[in-house]
């Protein structure tokens, strides 16, 4: 079982920065990743992890403007979310998939989810 509490949304200009946090409880996960879900639109993959590399897979979307990492110190996932878009806004979800070795793209996947934080980039 797993407790996600993800933390960082808000609201912010085009252009502007937001750094997204994760924070798991129970015990560390092979996969942890990214999902946005704006309104009237299917959740959609943003970032994934391999915790012990530090592996990392990009939607084309995001590639450049956003980065995902992991403190193993802490247990935590962060999101850095630079020069953001109108087309960013979404609720963002932390996801882990307690069980893969590899990165999927795909909601299914994914075990454990958190309860999403708002992000809303205006123009």
């Known amino acids: 079982q797993a407790q996600l509490v993800e933390s960082g949304g808000g609201l912010v200009q085009a252009g502007g920065s937001l750094r997204l946090s994760c924070a798991a409880s129970?015990?560390?996960?092979?996969?942890m990743g990214w999902f946005r879900q704006a309104p009237g639109k299917e959740r959609e993959f943003v970032a994934a992890i391999r915790w012990s590399s530090g592996v990392t897979t990009y939607t084309d979307a995001v590639k450049g403007r956003f980065t995902i990492s992991r403190d193993a110190a802490k247990n935590k996932l962060y999101l850095q979310m630079n020069n953001l878009k109108p087309e960013d806004t979404a609720v963002y979800y932390c996801?882990?998939?307690?069980?893969?070795?590899?990165?999927?793209?795909?909601?299914?996947?994914?075990?454990?989810w958190g309860q999403g934080t708002q992000v809303t980039v205006s123009s």
């Open positions: 996801a882990v998939d307690a069980v893969s070795t590899m990165i999927f793209t795909t909601a299914a996947k994914y075990d454990y």
């Open positions: 129970g015990r560390t996960f092979p996969i």
